[in-house]
């Protein structure tokens, strides 16, 4: 289990820009894949972005390829998503996940999660 702390949500206008950042504390960052999963009120949790150990690979969601972007830091053990052009249905509360394997699409291919932080997009 590794504890993940998320920070950087907001209230944005459409069109504008957020970058959310995952804290993870643990002496082996570099064992974990990560990814980052957003919720809506009334909806399961969906994918929205992932990394590899290293940072090499990432995968995306279709509905945010090439307005988002998942970064790792691993010197800080800290995950990024940096969000452009935001769209009102991009509102939801986002979690990162730390998983043992890499590019995983479903909630079930990570065992630790943040607490989550809210953003909200207004049109």
């Known amino acids: 289990q590794v504890q993940l702390v998320e920070s950087g949500g907001g209230l944005v206008q459409a069109g504008g820009s957020l970058r959310l950042s995952c804290a993870a504390s643990t002496r082996t960052f570099t064992d974990y894949a990560m990814a980052w999963f957003r919720q809506a009120p009334g909806k399961e949790r969906e994918f929205v972005a992932a990394?590899?150990?290293?940072?090499?690979?990432?995968a995306y969601a279709d509905s945010v390829k090439g307005r988002f972007a998942i970064s790792r830091d691993n010197a800080r053990n800290t995950v990024y998503l940096q969000m452009n052009r935001l769209k009102p249905e991009d509102t939801a509360v986002y979690y990162c996940g730390a998983g043992d394997s890499g590019l995983r699409t479903s909630v079930d291919g990570y065992h630790s999660w943040g607490q989550g932080t809210q953003v909200t997009v207004s049109s």
């Open positions: 990394i590899t150990r290293s940072g090499l690979g990432v």
